[in-house]
């Protein structure tokens, strides 16, 4: 497909008022958050989507890499919140990924806190935000989202035993483009509720299967050990730790420990 095709059909699925109405469609990219980051500095409109059809130098969290070959999706869109909005970008945009997968696919994924997204205890999905604030203003906030979509993690060793793939648990495969279409549609929806002060919190705190399980959690300074009690309103989990005193995380990697 080539990069017009793209970025028009997956434009005329959609529902949306501004995200999606300029989507960049590349073959091959470095990764979509530096393109968006780009795009951002020569006065893209909020909206504004990105999209590679396999990136080289994919990003992860915590300065990981990001594998992303042909059949997956990966894709930055340009946001603009409020200050006050931008703690809740990470539920809104895990939201719309787990309603867009159930949407496509009929397959139920859950959210590893902070923001993987699960099938199956298998990372299918995995979000990074990039943001800029100066003087109490968000100049932007990139959201990737990368989907293991049509390929199987099974080979790529290093993946193989850690995730899995929409077309490996749906059996068939997906439409990359109609699942690019229900994501930003819930994304934009998500998205215009949580700024007219409808908060996403509860819809995402159901979808959070982390909840109850005995995890560790790698925060980068230190190995927390314990229960998952719940995760606060402002996205921090709560761990009850096996002494039965609470501690609360802001960021980190979890775990979950099988007996
Ligand atoms: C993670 O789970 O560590 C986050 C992975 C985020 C991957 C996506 S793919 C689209 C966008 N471009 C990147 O380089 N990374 C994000």
Wanted: proline content about 3%.
């Amino acid at each position: 497909m080539n990069s017009y095709d793209a970025g028009s059909s997956i434009k005329s699925r959609l529902n949306t008022r501004f995200i999606g109405k300029q989507i960049y469609y590349y073959p091959k990219l470095a990764t979509t958050m530096d393109t968006a980051r780009d795009l951002v500095k020569k006065g893209a409109v909020e909206g504004t989507v990105v999209i590679a059809g396999t990136q080289t130098a994919g990003k992860g969290r915590i300065g990981r890499t990001w594998l992303s070959p042909e059949g997956g999706l990966a894709m930055s869109i340009i946001l603009k919140p409020k200050l006050e909005n931008l703690p809740q970008l990470v539920m809104i945009a895990s939201l719309a990924v787990v309603r867009a997968i159930k949407q496509v696919t009929g397959v139920e994924a859950g959210i590893k806190w902070p923001n993987d997204i699960m099938i199956n205890g298998k990372k299918v999905c995995g979000i990074l935000i990039e943001n800029e604030v100066k003087e109490g203003r968000v100049n932007f906030a990139d959201i990737g989202i990368g989907i293991n979509v049509n390929f199987s993690p099974r080979d790529f060793p290093e993946i193989a035993d850690i995730a899995t793939s929409l077309s490996h648990e749906a059996s068939t495969e997906i439409s990359n483009t109609e699942l690019v279409a229900e994501l930003l549609d819930h994304l934009e929806r998500l998205y215009i509720e949580a700024n007219n002060g409808e908060p996403v919190y509860r819809e995402w705190l159901k979808n959070m299967e982390t909840l109850g399980q005995r995890i560790k959690v790698d925060t980068g300074k230190t190995v927390e050990q314990g229960w998952a009690e719940t995760v606060a309103e402002n996205g921090n989990l709560i761990v009850r730790r096996e002494d039965g005193s609470l501690i609360e995380i802001n960021a980190g990697d979890v775990t979950v420990i099988k007996d």
